[in-house]
């Protein structure tokens, strides 16, 4: 499977870039005489309602966000988790297993930094990474279908088809009501070359409340692929501006008319759950 997986479940500056930097002066200041020199006031890390208003900032603010909390305390889990994530959505994946793997140092089996660690190597293409930290989460937590889901992409990613299908099923299992598992295993059906299966597996998953745009336009994509364009069409045009839909129409037509590309769109999947 090629790195181009890497896109549901399933998005580079320097991370130093994201946080603000250091001022120095050109001498340090001299106390008046008589007088002592006052220390600088300790950083003080967000409040939980300020952490809470950051979650719903756009992913470039995030960034900026939850790197400052980190610097201010490097063992603060939410903030590795916080600023691995925004990074990743940014499409700086590399940074965002920089990030996930410094917050990790202090907390080893904290879930959340252990998962956006796997979708980080899954991002950049490497799922083969991403399955130690999903396997561990997967035993800390044995009825989350999450790691399970990031397991099925990572072992796809490594060439592993039979243990990314039985992942994909123990997922969808665990994650009944869940569309991105779903999901996941029909991106995983549509790479075999199976997009009838796909299909199927896309329309269990948009009828389902948590579906996202990602889910429906992945429905799209495969009707769109057996060359039902206008039923494509429709699909496309619920969700996306009219650039992007003109955009999307136009890979497929070019893609329905040339053969042997029934695994090219892997480039426009998401990929590894939330």
């Known amino acids: 499977m090629c790195r181009k997986r ?3 479940a399933t998005v580079l500056a320097p991370m130093a870039l994201v946080l603000a930097p250091p001022v120095f002066a050109a001498d ?33 603010a995030q960034a900026a966000f939850w790197g400052a909390e980190f610097e201010v305390d490097p063992g603060d889990a939410e903030a590795g988790a916080g600023l691995a994530r925004s990074l990743r ?6 940074e965002a297993v920089i990030a996930a793997t410094k917050g990790l140092i202090a907390h080893p089996d904290d879930a959340a930094l252990l998962l956006e660690l796997a979708r980080a190597h899954i991002a950049r293409g490497q799922g083969f990474y991403a399955i130690e930290p999903a396997r561990k989460v997967a035993a800390l937590s044995p009825k989350d279908w999450r790691p399970l889901t990031l397991l099925g992409v990572a072992y796809e990613q490594a060439e592993r088809d039979e243990e990314a299908e039985a992942a994909h099923r123990q997922a969808i299992t665990l994650g009944a009501n ?22 199927a597996q896309l329309r269990r998953a948009v009828a389902l409340p948590s579906a996202t745009i990602q889910v429906r336009q992945n429905l ?26 003109a955009n999307n129409l136009s ?24």
Not at 182 to 194: E, I, Q, W
Not at 220 to 245: I, S, T
């Open 220 to 245: 799209a994509l495969v009707v769109g692929l057996q060359g039902r364009l206008p039923e494509a069409e429709k699909l496309v045009r619920a969700d996306l501006p009219p650039e992007q839909v």
């Open 28 to 60: 340090p200041p001299k106390a008046d005489a008589g007088k002592t020199a006052k220390a600088a006031p300790a950083p003080v890390k967000a409040s939980p309602q300020q952490r809470a208003e950051a979650r719903r900032l756009d992913p470039l």
């Open 6 to 8: 890497a896109l549901i």
């Open 178 to 199: 869940e569309a991105t598992p779903l999901a996941n295993y029909a991106m995983h059906l549509a790479a075999k070359g199976d997009l009838a299966g796909a299909e």
């Open 251 to 274: 890979y497929l037509r070019a893609a329905v008319g040339q053969a042997g590309q029934t695994r090219s769109w892997d480039a426009m999947r998401a990929g590894g759950g939330r």
């Open 89 to 94: 959505a940014l499409g700086r994946a590399d």
